[in-house]
């Protein structure tokens, strides 16, 4: 008996109900009879990847349907690193980035102009290549493409794999203070990155202005190495 199956993850398609679509969600107004043709011919019900009502990211709850335990969890980092074919060591930490097109408002605070900017592929090869590499404090840090404007950041040296987040995730939105987190004996990854991205060109568009960064850091376990 052939055991294997094919899992379609249909990631984000619940959605959130519409004053526009009469209280209903996109999925529930919309005539599907190709989805629901499968769903009459295969199994159906509710599985909560934690505790019931608790949301969590796509790659937790991913993580979670595979089998793994939340203590398992190595980061997104890892698992697009190990994606991507690249090693990594015991004590490496990678973060799952991209760039972003941010700016200063009237009152010169950091805004999120655009999160999901569009350019070419030569405009991509160049931004990756002109924050390829960079060393502070002692910690080197190395941006490897994984896919459109998407990166792994791979930090090595005394860094901690506790990156705070400074991605609001909505256009137009101030981008909050990131303070780095008290750690007894390993520095904040925050340090070194902010570091860098002091460092990078103004932001001018349809180009983006800097790496926001997303909270998917995590030891180098996952990877090769």
């Known amino acids: 008996m052939d055991k294997r199956c094919i899992l379609i993850l249909l990631d984000g398609l619940g959605d959130r ?73 015991p004590d ?5 980035t991209h760039f972003a097109h941010i700016g200063p408002d009237r009152d010169d605070r950091l805004v999120l102009l655009r999160d999901k900017v569009k350019v070419s592929p030569e405009e991509r090869e160049t931004l990756f290549r002109s924050v390829d590499r960079f060393e502070h404090g002692g910690v080197e840090i190395s941006l490897h493409p994984v896919g459109g404007l998407f990166g792994v950041l791979v930090l090595r040296g005394d860094v901690s794999p506790f990156v705070t987040d400074t991605n609001p995730m909505v256009d137009g939105r101030l981008l909050p203070p990131a303070p780095a987190p008290q750690l007894p004996r390993r520095r904040s990854g925050r340090t070194a990155h902010g570091g860098r991205a002091a460092r990078l060109p103004p932001a001018r568009p349809p180009h983006p202005g800097g790496p926001a960064v997303q909270p998917r850091a995590g030891r180098g376990r996952a990877g090769p190495g």
């Not at 505790?51 to 969890?73: D, R, T, V």
């Not at 490496?92 to 799952?96: E, F, I, P, Y």
């Open 92 to 96: 490496d930490v990678a973060v799952l």
């Open 17 to 89: 109900s519409h004053p526009q679509l009469g209280g209903l969600t996109p999925l529930q107004a919309a005539h599907t009879p190709c989805l629901d043709r499968l769903a009459a011919a295969g199994a159906n019900g509710l599985y909560h990847a934690t505790f019931f009502g608790q949301p969590l990211p796509s790659e937790n709850a991913h993580f979670a349907l595979f089998g793994g335990l939340p203590g398992e969890f190595p980061g997104r980092g890892p698992l697009e690193a190990l994606g991507a074919g690249l090693a990594l060591g």
